[in-house]
């Protein structure tokens, strides 16, 4: 039989430990990698679509300047989040030609978080549920 003091101290031991996780949570879910300020537009191919939680992915193969191929890998928001937003797991397959504007890793190397993607039939989607409408439309 549990006494109230019993009880005081699962629910101090239940406490303590989401205290512990949260920093943990907060951090994993923080955008803080990429740089919001700015905007780079890519083209290329298709190398790999993960439609997988907590974030989907797309690896992309853009073509440098120089004639080499570099393999960027972008993020996206959550697969329900998506779904919102009107994507499907099925909109992309590997070899399909995409534009795409992301916001850039801060440290420089080839990744990014999307912004918006322009799939090969030419629909345009975002990172998740579009923004509802403004006031007075």
């Given at each position: 039989m549990?006494?109230?003091?019993?009880?005081?101290?699962?629910?101090?031991?239940?406490?303590?430990?989401?205290?512990?996780?949260?920093?943990?949570?907060?951090?994993?879910?923080s955008?803080?990698?990429?740089?919001?300020?700015?905007?780079?537009?890519?083209?290329?191919?298709?190398?790999?679509?993960?439609?997988?939680?907590?974030?989907?992915?797309?690896?992309?193969d853009?073509?440098?300047?120089?004639g080499?191929v570099?393999?960027?890998?972008?993020?996206l928001?959550?697969p329900?989040?998506?779904?919102?937003?009107?994507?499907?797991?099925?909109?992309l397959?590997?070899?399909?030609?995409?534009?795409?504007?992301?916001?850039?890793?801060?440290?420089?190397?080839?990744?990014g978080?999307?912004?918006?993607?322009?799939?090969?039939?030419?629909?345009?989607?975002?990172?998740?549920?579009?923004?509802?409408?403004?006031?007075?439309?």
């Amino acid at each position: 039989m549990s006494t109230p003091r019993h009880a005081l101290m699962r629910l101090a031991l239940a406490v303590a430990g989401l205290a512990a996780v949260a920093p943990a949570l907060q951090a994993h879910h923080s955008f803080a990698m990429f740089d919001q300020t700015k905007r780079v537009t890519l083209a290329g191919s298709v190398a790999a679509f993960q439609w997988t939680n907590p974030h989907v992915i797309i690896e992309v193969d853009v073509p440098n300047t120089n004639g080499t191929v570099g393999l960027w890998t972008i993020e996206l928001g959550s697969p329900s989040m998506l779904v919102r937003g009107g994507w499907k797991f099925t909109d992309l397959k590997r070899g399909d030609k995409i534009a795409l504007v992301v916001n850039p890793l801060k440290q420089g190397d080839n990744g990014g978080l999307l912004v918006q993607v322009t799939l090969s039939d030419g629909r345009v989607l975002g990172n998740g549920a579009p923004p509802p409408p403004s006031r007075g439309q």
